[in-house]
């Protein structure tokens, strides 16, 4: 059987998804969306309501490749979840080398281009975000179970910082054209990890010694 | 004497100045910025030859307001080198709050708003960035001679990744349009100095220890 041919909704959908990475959402024109998916304005309204539309349609994309395409492979190179964490952000390290610094992440440079009042927009973007952030989350709560994390951690903040992080190491190397400020900022977190670990590993010294107190202490 | 009337020059820039940080570079028109100016388009290019030179003007009062405009108030409330670290983030936490979560810096939004090719630009964003990290670089310092940061710690990457943190926690703040994820990550980056804080006085202590050894030791 030949291979399928993908339908013309996803030629949209992909042309859209490059176009809107590499230029941006307001320099992109309709134009050249179509020209790249090869179809016509009719097929277009057949999908789309109008370009927003589209937009929104790039963002369930992303939300629903987290996993499978962004996160996947990935994961398959380690099974620790700290390193894992640190294989993410170097997939994006990847993709700032790869557009040579102009990009890395896609839904942070929409955050901050995207009008703010074009709300549904917004809260497809929160989506992204909170979808990322959540696996993070996933990912330190097996690590705190594996005692790398300290019980006084907010896990649940500290997947925000991780993609904080990320975000603002990939806005300075755009500006730089550059990896070095990317590359700082993750030493940085890396850094902050080790204190973490340093700390799980006193409390987990101080449990040990609440279970099993110092023979020679209780003599006393 | 009268108070001296801004000049048609200054009127432009600081025209151009709000609208930028309102509506983005690309969707501020020149008709917006001369009306807002009260300015024609003929004293408009006796100063200017365009509306990139304008933007290059725009970062250069960016770069000269650093310390009069940005730091200096912030610094007058505090002599502490890390208090005045995070009362600058608590600085750009009311900008969130002012602008109703559209905005908060109006470097990153410039630095992932403009395109790549425009490196004179991007050079005056980075130098923006720079002269930011080092004002930070400098109270981290401080810090250390202090005694409040270890001596292992890169002062350099650590003052970036301030920086980092901020520009990350004012995108997502945009997009969730409400100020949680800004406090997350500076609560995390707080956590991390508690970390760092930490680290010193280990270092300390153990350099204590060794000016003045233990007399039960030495005398073993």
Redesign the interface.
């Known amino acids: 059987m030949p291979p399928t041919q993908p339908s013309t909704r996803d030629r949209i959908l992909q042309a859209a998804i490059e176009l809107f990475y590499a ?2 959402y ?2 992109t024109g309709m134009a050249e969306i179509l020209k790249k998916a090869d179809a016509n304005s009719g097929s277009f309204y057949f999908f789309f309501t109008s370009k927003e539309d589209l937009l929104m349609a790039v963002l369930d994309w992303y939300q629903a490749s987290l996993g499978p395409v962004l996160l996947a492979p990935v994961f398959k190179k380690s099974q620790d979840p700290i390193r894992r964490i640190f294989l993410l952000l170097e997939k994006y390290r990847q993709n700032v080398l790869a557009t ?3 990009f890395g992440c896609p839904l ?2 929409l ?3 995207i ?2 009042d074009r ?1 549904p927009v ?1 809260d497809k ?2 989506a992204n ?1 909170t979808g990322w952030s959540r696996a993070v989350q996933e990912l330190l709560e097996q690590a705190r179970r594996q005692g790398q994390l300290p019980r006084r ?2 896990l ?3 997947s ?2 991780v ?7 990939v ?2 190397a ?4 550059c990896i070095e ?1 990317f590359d ?2 993750i ?3 890396e ?2 990890f080790k ?2 670990r ?2 799980a590993q006193d409390e987990n010294g101080k449990k040990a010694n609440v279970k099993k107190p110092n023979p020679s202490r209780r003599r006393k």
């Open positions: 230029h941006g307001a320099a040579e610094f102009a942070g440079r955050a901050l281009e009008d703010p709300r917004h973007i929160a975000f951690c907010d649940r903040q500290l925000r910082f993609l904080t992080v990320m975000e603002g190491a806005m300075q755009r500006s730089y054209q400020p700082d900022c030493a940085q977190l850094a902050y204190e973490l340093t700390a």
